[in-house]
């Protein structure tokens, strides 16, 4: 039997023609990547593991039934279930053709605890509910998937009381012990499935401190069942029923349009790589907009950048950029110099009417920027990650890790220099010290400007800050360290302290929104579209870099890279230069854009490699030569986003120079 499992489930929520595009091998998906990947990102299947010794210490019988196969394990499941007292793992439940494996399964008498583990961190201060009463939103995918499990289960065991649990990463807890982490080990299986190797010198004190706990969601799922509204006015048990008979009999449910199909993974990106198979993004679009391929090169409403109203506008038939009009958009000021939000998306939408293509820019207003500014000019760009289960005793979990930075310097007289860079490539090395140690000495040694691009340093500067103003341990400089920090960022809006720092760094991302825009962008302010853009743009850029003077004794100084020309042309077309890094996976085939598109979890999206590749130096078996590679390979990609800085800055002043501008 096909089964309709609780993945399929939560895929039809994301939308439910998507069940039928999921089903059939003819349409490409971004998402059917890597599940490696996957498990490094997030850290799940160690999570889970580690839940599992919580319940494998007790005196309670227990089975495990992972990586056996979904028939083998309903029948074995249901033979343990006549058992009085069980634990379960990874049991097999179906009803007609409904089907999950539950994370764990806990009889006692005719009670069952239902147990869905999952590696989010949960405060209990902030409960699943939102302000306005509702779920919120944040949760509705976890709540809904452990809903659907204990309908299942409920139908399919009618005489038990079953319960039903959120196992979540405590935020509240304090790890007991050091090196708990190194204890769960992530590798592939021989048929590229996920192994987890538990080392055999965890201690009670490991499993002293639970951190995941349970938390009951049984009010909440009541709650789902009975008022909320899963599609067109279903309730719970409708929109199973529906899927479900659309399922069993392989057709389609009808497409309905919205801003949800801008994140879709049906889609092909690259036909070179998909030969022969469907996009279903573009059937939903055929079928319902009536969308020519003609009309596929025309941007629509879901490119326009931060447009709020797309769920308003494409039911009323407005499907494409060009049909929108000013009073959509009402394009007023917002009180701060540059564009406004919606200034800036009539910008983009006026150059798709008038087939416009040129840059737009408020050269007046940069000036006012840029005359702000401070020579010599620093640029620093972070990789970070968290992970769920922390690396030494005293920390949280999802502890902020700062692993590596990358530091450009420009001068006044137009020098550049990769001037420092940092890197923590050691074994369950806990580094933000050393990572804050280094950084200060670098900056330390004038006051010029400092520039990142999003708020992405500034926010983990102030959790580090956090992190040493709670710590116990003996930091000889941690006066001087904590001085620093404040001194280059502003604090968090819930902050208890409130400061800016004099050298408080300037966010590049916000001087590209309020004061420039390039349609070659298609409305996107990612460093990884607006630096390919603006380089070929700038004829300054151009005629610099297309010399191989990067990484060179008389030209650039760069640490990884040597006579490096950046503006490479194939077939009259300008190379993207991250395209022309190495992968940091040559293993795996995965770009970093493919990396994006494979986690879809916000806190994944920025620098999603590079976490990845950090993961995989911590938690995965390789050699010395391995990991040289690796780390190789990200010290390339984090001196290129800080040189992509520069050059965006250069290109600006360039321009301002300019007569008659």
């Known amino acids: 039997m096909r089964y309709l499992t609780k993945s399929k489930f939560n895929l039809s929520i994301e939308c439910p023609t998507k069940l039928y595009y999921s089903s059939i091998i003819e349409y490409a998906s971004l998402k059917e990547s890597n599940e490696f990947l996957h498990a490094l990102a997030e ?19 227990h089975d495990d039934l992972q990586g056996i196969d979904n028939e083998v394990a309903l029948i074995k499941t249901s033979e343990l279930l006549n058992k009085d007292s069980i ?68 139908k399919a065991l009618p005489d038990k009381n079953i319960a039903a649990y959120l196992m979540l990463v405590d935020k509240s807890v304090i790890c007991p012990t050091d090196g708990l982490n190194q204890k769960f080990k992530i590798n592939k299986t021989e048929s590229g499935g996920i192994k987890i190797i538990k080392s055999q010198n ?50 389609k449910i009808p497409p309905i349009l919205g801003s949800k199909c801008r994140d879709c993974e049906f889609k092909i990106v690259n036909e070179d790589q998909v030969i022969g198979l469907k996009s279903g993004f573009k059937e939903c679009w055929r079928e319902v907009a009536g969308f020519s391929e003609e009309d596929f090169k025309q941007p629509t409403v879901l490119d326009v950048w931060d447009l709020r109203s797309k769920d308003k506008l494409i039911p009323q038939g407005v499907y494409k950029m060009s049909q929108l009009t000013e009073e959509d958009i009402n394009p007023a000021p917002d009180g701060d110099t540059g564009f406004s939000r919606r200034e800036r998306q009539w910008i983009q939408i006026k150059k798709v009417k008038n087939n416009d293509d040129s840059v737009e820019m408020d050269k007046v207003g940069l000036q006012s920027e840029i005359n702000n500014w401070v020579f010599p000019f620093h640029f620093i760009d972070f990789e970070t990650t968290r992970v769920p289960i922390p690396f030494h005793k005293g920390h949280r979990p999802n502890h902020g890790i700062a692993f590596q930075f990358s530091h450009h ?8 220099e990769h001037a420092g860079q940092y890197i923590n490539s050691q074994i369950g090395y806990h580094p933000n010290i050393d990572f804050v140690r280094e950084l200060r000495k670098q900056l330390i040694v004038d006051n010029g400007t400092i520039f990142m691009y999003s708020n992405h340093e500034n926010a983990f500067l102030n959790e580090i800050c956090l992190e040493m103003l709670s710590s116990s341990e003996d930091i000889s400089d ?22 800016v720092g004099e050298r408080c760094m300037v966010d590049l991302l916000e001087v590209v929104k309020r004061y420039y825009y390039d349609p070659l962008t298609n409305g996107s302010n990612s460093i990884k579209k607006v630096f ?66 494979l986690l879809d979890a916000d806190q994944l999206k920025d620098g999603s490699g590079a976490m990845i590749a950090y993961a995989r130096m911590q938690f995965t078996e390789m050699c010395d030569i391995e990991r040289q590679a690796i780390v190789n390979a990200l010290l390339r990609y984090c001196e290129l986003d800080t040189l992509a800085m520069v050059m965006i800055v250069e290109a600006w002043l360039a321009i301002l120079k300019k007569p008659n501008n």
């Open 202 to 251: 965890t201690t009670d004190e490991d499993l002293s401190v639970r951190l995941i706990k349970e938390f009951s969601v049984d009010d909440i799922i009541q709650k789902i069942f009975v008022d909320e509204k899963i599609y067109n006015g279903m309730s719970f048990d409708e929109f199973i029923k529906f899927i479900s008979s659309f399922f069993s009999e392989d057709q």
């Open 43 to 61: 850290g799940g299947y160690q999570v889970a593991e580690l839940a599992k010794c919580y319940y494998r210490d007790r005196d309670q019988d």
């Open 409 to 416: 310097i420009l001068y006044e007289n137009g020098v550049i």
């Open 87 to 154: 634990i379960i793992f990874e049991a097999a439940i179906k009803y007609e053709n409904l089907f999950l494996r539950a994370d764990i399964l806990v009889k006692r008498h005719n009670s069952i605890k239902l147990i869905e583990i999952k590696s989010k961190s949960y405060d209990i201060s902030k409960p699943f509910i939102g302000k306005k009463g509702g779920i919120d939103s944040n949760w509705r995918p976890y709540l809904y998937d452990i809903a659907f499990q204990k309908y299942v289960l409920q």
């Open 532 to 597: 390919p853009a603006i380089l070929k743009r700038s004829e300054f850029l151009r005629k610099k870099y297309s010399r191989p003077i990067y990484g060179t004794v008389n030209g650039i100084k760069s640490l990884n890279f040597s006579n490096k020309a950046w503006l490479l042309e194939k077939d009259g077309i300008i190379v993207d230069p991250y395209s022309q890094l190495d992968p940091i996976f040559p293993d795996m085939n995965c770009s970093e854009d493919d990396l994006e598109r």
């Open 478 to 499: 941690k006066s001087d360290l904590l001085n620093f920090i404040k001194s280059i960022t502003k604090s968090k809006n819930d902050s208890k302290e409130k400061w």
